[in-house]
Structures are given as structure tokens and as C-alpha cells.
């Protein structure tokens, strides 16, 4: 089994050579095989150089992006580069670039998943977690879209939705790709919606979810944060609709997927491939892209 880590990175180079380090050392301590997959979005400062430095020593693949792309592009990139070239029986860790992520939580993560989960989230809403170096404003905002996201789309198991602190089995991110292919992140272009998107959508091929508590380390950031805010909550609320559309949404569309999936892994691929050409034409109609 090998542990894959995806790294989204924009202007990183403040924060890799402390996150990268102990990356490396949390797997060597634990013995285990692990290769990092960080994909660059066009970053203008130093990061890519680091980059090309890091990996003459530790197991570090480039993937680079010319221009920025934005979090969902950058993040299916990575995925799909790691869904062609693992084993079913490997795990993705996704975290973030930034070093609010500590890689302390890896192994709580790991043990978690071998208890039967297939996705697991490092939440700040379970008992022992939290967030360090947030503001009210901030800490208030993120309370209130886990709140929107719970009635919106209700996974059992998520309490933290827009963590993307995550672990998956990488089975299902394949299956995920077979399925959505190019729609698995649909929503590219729209803020950070790509981190709540990638759980809805494996919500709907019945994946099962659980959580560990984690620290949000915000006071240990030091690049400056990507994320726009009212970008973002456009986004969600454009989710919302596609999840609800009375008119072949996603959940209409996908309600037997599940018991396709358990069924007949392969067939379910095929019959799916449909429903990606018919969103396509969804998202034109509400102008998500």
C-alpha cells in the first residue's frame, strides 16, 4: 500500500520547506511508502524551483500549471494524475499547501479508514478539535457554511464540510473519475466549491464518511489566502441548485447509483457516462461554467 499526498500549491514557497519536511518524517517514522504529488498553479514567485529541489531528495512529482487555474482545476489535475497511477489498495491524502495542515493527523486518518470508511475527513467540529489564529468574523463564517452545507446536502458521518483536510481510499476516486469523468469537479472555475463538490459527489456513489478531530494551524500561515469569499458562497449556492434541480439534478439523476455501483462497478460507468454529457448542459443553463 502507498499513501499519496496532493498538494494544491500557488506561491508556496514560504511554506514548503516547512511543510514538506515534515511530511517526509511523519512516513519515515512510521515506515511507511508514500509519494507527494503537488501540483503548481502558476505560481509567480519561487515555488517551482523549490519544488524541482525538494524532489532530487524526497519523492516529490511536478505537475505545473503555465497560469493559474484556480483550487478546482488544480485539484482534479491531481486526482486524476493519482487515480492513473495507483493501486486500488493505496490511500490520497489531500491537504493544503499553506502549512495550516499538520501531518500529525496522518495516521488517525489512516487507522480511521482501516476501520471500513472510504473517505475521512480531519474535522475542527469533533470533540478535541478546532482552530488556532482565526477570527470571530472568520470562525463565524465557516460555522455558517458547514450549517448551510448540513441542510443542503446532509452527509451522515461530516460535521466539517469545507475542510479539505481529507483521506481517501483511492478506489473510489477512480470509480468517481469512471463515472463523472471531466464533471467529477464540475464547478472549476468557482472559488474553493471544488472541496465541498469532490464529498457531495461521493455522497451520491454511497461512500461512507467519518471524521477525526483536528487544529486548523491558520496562525502558522504564512502566504497569503487564496480563497475569495464571495466567490466561494456563490458556489455553494450554485451546488445547491444542481444537487436539487427538479430537472435531472444530481440527486435525482443518481439515486441508484449507489446499488449500481455495488452491483456492477463497470456497468455503472457505462450507464453514467450519460448523465455527464446532460450536466454539461445543466451547468450552461444556470451559468455555472
Request: aromatic fraction near 12%; glycine fraction near 8%.
Amino acid at each position: 500500500m502507498k499513501l499519496w499526498v496532493l498538494l494544491p500549491a500557488f506561491n508556496e514557497e514560504a511554506s514548503l520547506p516547512v511543510l514538506l519536511p515534515k511530511i517526509d518524517e511523519i512516513f519515515k517514522k512510521h515506515l511507511l511508502d508514500y509519494k507527494i504529488v503537488i501540483v503548481d498553479d502558476g505560481s509567480s514567485d519561487r515555488t517551482n524551483d523549490l519544488l524541482k529541489s525538494y524532489s532530487q531528495t524526497m519523492p516529490v512529482e511536478i505537475i505545473t500549471h503555465e497560469i493559474n487555474r484556480g483550487l478546482g482545476e488544480t485539484e482534479r489535475d491531481g486526482f486524476e494524475y493519482i487515480a492513473a497511477n495507483s493501486a486500488d489498495e493505496d490511500m490520497i491524502i489531500r491537504i493544503d499547501c499553506d502549512d495550516t495542515h499538520e501531518p500529525m493527523y496522518f495516521i488517525n486518518m489512516i487507522d480511521k479508514i482501516k476501520e471500513g470508511y472510504d473517505v475521512v475527513v480531519a474535522s475542527r467540529f469533533q470533540k478535541g478539535g478546532g482552530q488556532k489564529g482565526v477570527n470571530a468574523y472568520r470562525a463565524l463564517i465557516s460555522f455558517s457554511a458547514s450549517l448551510f452545507m448540513k441542510i443542503m446536502f446532509n452527509i451522515k458521518g461530516v460535521r466539517d464540510y469545507s475542510c479539505g483536510y481529507r483521506i481517501y481510499r483511492a478506489s473510489i476516486i477512480k470509480n468517481a473519475i469512471g463515472i463523472f469523468g471531466n464533471q467529477f469537479i464540475q464547478l472549476k472555475g468557482i472559488g474553493f466549491t471544488s472541496t465541498l463538490e469532490t464529498i457531495v459527489k461521493l455522497k451520491l456513489m454511497g461512500c461512507r464518511f467519518g471524521e477525526v478531530p483536528f487544529m486548523l494551524r491558520y496562525d502558522q500561515k504564512v502566504s497569503s489566502s487564496k480563497m475569495v469569499s464571495s466567490i466561494t458562497t456563490f458556489g455553494y449556492f450554485a451546488m445547491a441548485v444542481l444537487y436539487h434541480w427538479p430537472f435531472g439534478g444530481w440527486r435525482s439523476a443518481f439515486k441508484r447509483l449507489a446499488a449500481d455501483l455495488k452491483e456492477n462497478p463497470e456497468k455503472a460507468v457505462t450507464k453514467y457516462s450519460k448523465y455527464r454529457r446532460e450536466q454539461r448542459n445543466v451547468v450552461g443553463r444556470i451559468g455555472g461554467g
